[in-house]
Each structure stands twice: as structure tokens, then as C-alpha cells.
């Protein structure tokens, strides 16, 4: 369980003002169909979370180890670091999709996720958890929580919320991970 909830609540925090989170707004504002948006989110979410989650289970099962996990205590920290800089994401051309709102989507959100904080975040919490399900459940929970609300409000919901205390909290939450890992490690 602590898998799940960590997992979520780590990325739900660290998705918002995201890049992926303005693809959202962006794609909700465009085709302004929200259901087919939200389950391309999902799906794509759910592919790319499981192979992240997949990678950093297998590595910890490789790599099992004192000095691996001083390695992601550390990237959880260095997370922490990478949260507070905040992603600009630039719509190029504002020119019709040609494939419908749900397959824009789906591989929009996979290929944007690639190689991205969450998606980092995931292989990490991956490796710190060795579950792939509860982890892939958790992440994709915790996306759908920062993005679904994207997709209803858009625009409105960015005006709102102020991102940067957001990313703070996001980066406390990984650096407090980090700093309890690097404890629990040289204590055992």
C-alpha cells in the first residue's frame, strides 16, 4: 500500500505545471472533447509508467546492493532539484490534428512523458518499491489526479493554482524521500 500512495502522491504533485500537464490544457482547448483526452492521458500513462516501473524494478533486482541504494536516494534528491525548475511547453502550429483527439493524445502524452521527471520519478520509485503494479498504479492515479482536472478547467485551473508553491511542495516531497532512503541505508 505505501507503494501505491507514495507513488501517487509523488506524482501527482510533481505533474502539476508540468509540461505534459500544459499538453493537457492545450489538447482539452483544441479538440474540447474531454473523455477521448482523458483516456488517451490514461492509456499512454499506463504504457509508459509500466515499462518506467518495469526498468527500475529490473535494475534493482540486478543491481541489489548498499551503494544502489545510496544511488536512488540520491535521484530521488536530484528529483528534488528537477521539480523546482518549471516546464514551458511550446505549441508549435495550431494546425488541425489529423488522427482525432484520443490517438493525438495517446502519443503525444507517451513521447512527452519520455525521458520526463514523472516518468524518471517512476523508474526510481520502481527500483525503491520493486513492484511494477502498485507502481504503475500509483503513478497513473497520480497523473489522472493532476491532469484530469486539467483537461475540465484548462487554462482557468493554471491561473489559479500557484505552481511554484506546487513545485516546492513536489520537491520537499522527493528530498524528504531521498533523505529518509540515504537514513535507512547507512542505518542498516
Do not use: C
Not at 502539476?16 to 499538453?23: A, N, P, Q, R, V
Not at 516546464?87 to 502519443?107: H, I, M, Q, S, W
Not at 497513473?140 to 491561473?159: D, K, R, S, W
Amino acid at each position: 500500500m505505501e507503494a501505491l500512495l507514495t507513488s501517487t502522491a509523488v506524482v501527482a504533485l510533481a505533474e502539476i505545471g508540468d509540461k505534459t500537464m500544459l499538453l493537457a490544457i492545450v489538447l482539452a482547448t483544441r479538440f474540447r472533447k474531454p473523455l477521448p483526452i482523458i483516456l488517451g492521458i490514461l492509456f499512454a500513462t499506463l504504457a509508459n509508467h509500466a515499462l518506467a516501473a518495469f526498468v527500475g524494478t529490473t535494475i534493482a533486482g540486478f543491481l541489489d546492493g548498499k551503494w544502489f541504494r545510496y544511488a536512488v536516494a540520491i535521484s530521488f534528491i536530484a528529483m528534488a532539484a528537477w521539480t523546482l525548475v518549471p516546464d514551458k511547453f511550446e505549441d508549435e502550429e495550431d494546425k488541425p490534428a489529423r488522427f482525432g483527439a484520443f490517438l493525438t493524445t495517446l502519443v503525444a502524452f507517451f513521447l512527452v512523458e519520455m525521458g520526463d521527471k514523472t516518468q524518471v520519478a517512476t523508474i526510481a520509485l520502481g527500483a525503491r518499491y520493486e513492484n511494477v503494479a502498485l507502481v504503475t498504479a500509483g503513478t497513473t492515479l497520480g497523473m489522472m489526479i493532476a491532469n484530469v482536472p486539467a483537461v475540465f478547467l484548462g487554462n482557468e485551473l493554471v491561473q489559479r493554482v500557484p505552481l511554484k508553491l506546487v513545485r516546492a511542495i513536489a520537491a520537499l516531497l522527493f528530498f524528504v524521500i531521498g533523505a529518509w532512503l540515504l537514513y535507512e541505508t547507512a542505518a542498516s
